[in-house]
T-cell receptor, first 114, second 115 residues
Framework: ETGVTQTPRHLVMGMTNKKSLKCEQHLGHNAMYWYKQSAKKPLELMFVYNFKEQTENNSVPSRFSPECPNSSHLFLHLHTLQPEDSALYLCASSEASGSVGEQFFGPGTRLTVL | AQSVTQPDIHITVSEGASLELRCNYS??????LFWYVQSPGQGLQLLLKYFSGDTLVQGIKGFEAEFKRSQSSFNLRKPSVHWSDAAEYFCAVGNSGGSNYKLTFGKGTLLTVNP
């Protein structure tokens, strides 16, 4: 595997379900990000992790719970979601969150909440 | 706070025609600027970036962009569009200070290419 991978690619869940999104980066980076991409809206930064520590929570509802066990893996645990949470969730990584540079994106997980 | 405006939501061009996608940014200091492309069902791929130096930057797939400080613009251009260029294009600006370096994205421009 190369770059940034995300699983699953598609997820349909009910409002009472609990599910998790997984992201893995194979680039040796130290920072990882979760973004939400909704139709007709700019990408919304949700969380930032730098060297496994959360450095940003962009006022995200508590029904989204991130976890970063190491610099290569990032999870987004989902519970009691709402239909408006349906979106494409993108993971990204970069060398470090304080370093100027590009972010590398995964293909995303298309989430549908029924 | 930084912001990015992409004035064109949707652009249609014919294959072989030239292309220019507009991007205007708002940022108090020297910006770090990016263009990303997203094909259907895919993540974002970096086309090119500007940090400093030559204001005309070359990217992948034959794209280029020009940074114009006086106009706060970073427009993306391609002299001859191919059908495979149909995708959504995002301009982004990065801040250069603070503990978290952040990218702020525009809403994107959807490019349709007619045969």
């Amino acid at each position: 595997e190369t770059g940034v991978t995300q699983t699953p690619r598609h997820l349909v869940m009910g409002m009472t379900n609990k599910k998790s999104l997984k992201c893995e980066q194979h680039l040796g980076h130290n920072a990882m990000y979760w973004y939400k991409q909704s139709a007709k809206k700019p990408l919304e930064l949700m969380f930032v992790y730098n060297f496994k520590e959360q450095t940003e929570n962009n006022s995200v509802p508590s029904r989204f719970s991130p976890e970063c066990p190491n610099s290569s893996h990032l999870f987004l645990h989902l519970h009691t979601l709402q239909p408006e949470d349906s979106a494409l969730y993108l993971c990204a990584s970069s060398e470090a969150s304080g370093s100027v540079g590009e972010q590398f994106f995964g293909p995303g997980t298309r989430l549908t909440v029924l | 706070a930084q912001s990015v405006t992409q004035p064109d939501i949707h652009i249609t061009v014919s294959e072989g025609a030239s292309l220019e996608l507009r991007c205007n940014y708002s940022y108090g200091a020297t910006p770090y600027l990016f263009w990303y492309v997203q094909s259907p069902g895919q993540g974002l791929q970096l086309l090119l970036k500007y940090f400093s130096g030559d204001t005309l930057v070359q990217g992948i797939k034959g794209f280029e962009a020009e940074f114009k400080r006086s106009q706060s613009s970073f427009n993306l251009r391609k002299p001859s569009v191919h059908w495979s260029d149909a995708a959504e294009y995002f301009c982004a600006v990065g801040n250069s200070g603070g503990s978290n370096y952040k990218l702020t994205f525009g809403k994107g421009t959807l490019l349709t290419v007619n045969p």
